[in-house]
């Protein structure tokens, strides 16, 4: 699978909370796979690899606290941000000691949550700073804008932001529509048949903006690519 802004694993069994907190991560561009028991996150985390996990303490099943401890003695190293109730100096210690990186105590502040989320993202090896750069392209990962000089910032959808990332990461490289498919879709969700085509064509009539249309090509048969062209 392509790596691309931060796949983050949302574990909380209320859904009054867990759909608010998944529909704000997405807006600022990562991929959220959302579950409601530790049963179903053991399963993805065993599917898929995640750059962050964000566990709720109390599970109907296993206790958030005891999946970030079975995520450790995997092996697996992406930090784990705990939401919880509990905020007595040893409940703190407890989700510590079991691995956890930053302790985030209910009800949840979403700005201080999403705060929290790009401090971890940093602590990610995939991380590479706020920006990327292709050529003359900036674009920036905090704000979901792009740059080129001379030209206006283009502000992005979502949407339209993790597709140029997936490209920007991958310069030249050939992506297929089910490659693509897997980066950007969430789990348990079904893209349409044309899906990654009307997001291209909308990609390609926001970059006009930018004068770089043209460096989404369509590769008969195969996928697509960013293929940056320096004007002479």
Same mark, same amino acid.
């Given at each position: 699978?392509?790596?691309?802004?931060?796949?983050?694993?949302?574990?909380?069994?209320?859904?009054?909370?867990?759909?608010?907190?998944?529909?704000?991560?997405?807006?600022?561009?990562?991929?959220?796979?959302?579950?409601?028991?530790?049963? *179903?996150?053991?399963?993805?985390?065993?599917?898929?690899? #995640?750059?962050?996990?964000?566990?709720?303490?109390?599970?109907?099943?296993?206790?958030?606290?005891?999946?970030?401890?079975? #995520?450790?003695?995997?092996?697996?190293?992406?930090?784990?941000?705990?939401?919880? $109730?509990?905020?007595?100096?040893?409940?703190?210690?407890?989700?510590?000691?079991?691995? $956890?990186?930053?302790?985030?105590?209910?009800?949840?502040?979403?700005?201080?949550?999403?705060?929290?989320?790009? $401090?971890?993202?940093?602590?990610?090896?995939?991380?590479?700073?706020?920006?990327?750069?292709?050529?003359?392209? *900036?674009? %920036?990962?905090?704000?979901?804008?792009?740059?080129?000089?001379?030209?206006?910032?283009?502000?992005?959808?979502?949407?339209?932001?993790?597709?140029?990332?997936?490209?920007?990461?991958?310069?030249?490289?050939?992506?297929?529509?089910?490659?693509?498919?897997?980066?950007?879709?969430?789990?348990? *969700?079904?893209?349409?048949? %044309?899906?990654?085509?009307?997001?291209?064509?909308?990609?390609?009539?926001?970059?006009?903006?930018?004068?770089?249309?043209?460096?989404?090509?369509?590769?008969?048969?195969?996928? #697509?690519?960013?293929?940056?062209?320096?004007?002479?």
């Amino acid at each position: 699978m392509f790596s691309l802004g931060m796949r983050i694993l949302l574990v909380e069994d209320d859904l009054e909370q867990l759909e608010p907190l998944a529909a704000a991560l997405k807006q600022v561009g990562h991929i959220v796979d959302a579950a409601e028991d530790a049963s *179903t996150a053991q399963w993805l985390i065993g599917e898929k690899s #995640y750059d962050l996990l964000i566990l709720d303490w109390m599970l109907p099943d296993v206790e958030g606290v005891e999946l970030c401890q079975q #995520y450790r003695q995997s092996g697996q190293g992406a930090p784990v941000l705990m939401l919880t $109730a509990k905020d007595t100096v040893q409940d703190r210690v407890t989700g510590l000691d079991a691995g $956890a990186d930053d302790y985030l105590v209910k009800p949840v502040d979403l700005m201080e949550l999403l705060a929290r989320v790009r $401090a971890l993202g940093r602590r990610s090896p995939l991380w590479t700073g706020d920006t990327l750069t292709v050529e003359d392209l *900036t674009l %920036n990962l905090s704000t979901l804008t792009a740059e080129r000089p001379g030209c206006d910032p283009l502000q992005l959808s979502s949407r339209e932001f993790q597709l140029l990332e997936c490209f920007m990461r991958h310069p030249q490289q050939v992506m297929t529509r089910d490659q693509l498919e897997q980066s950007l879709w969430e789990w348990g *969700t079904e893209p349409e048949s %044309n899906a990654i085509a009307t997001m291209i064509r909308r990609l390609r009539q926001r970059l006009q903006r930018l004068q770089c249309d043209h460096w989404v090509e369509t590769v008969y048969g195969t996928g #697509y690519r960013l293929a940056p062209k320096t004007e002479t």
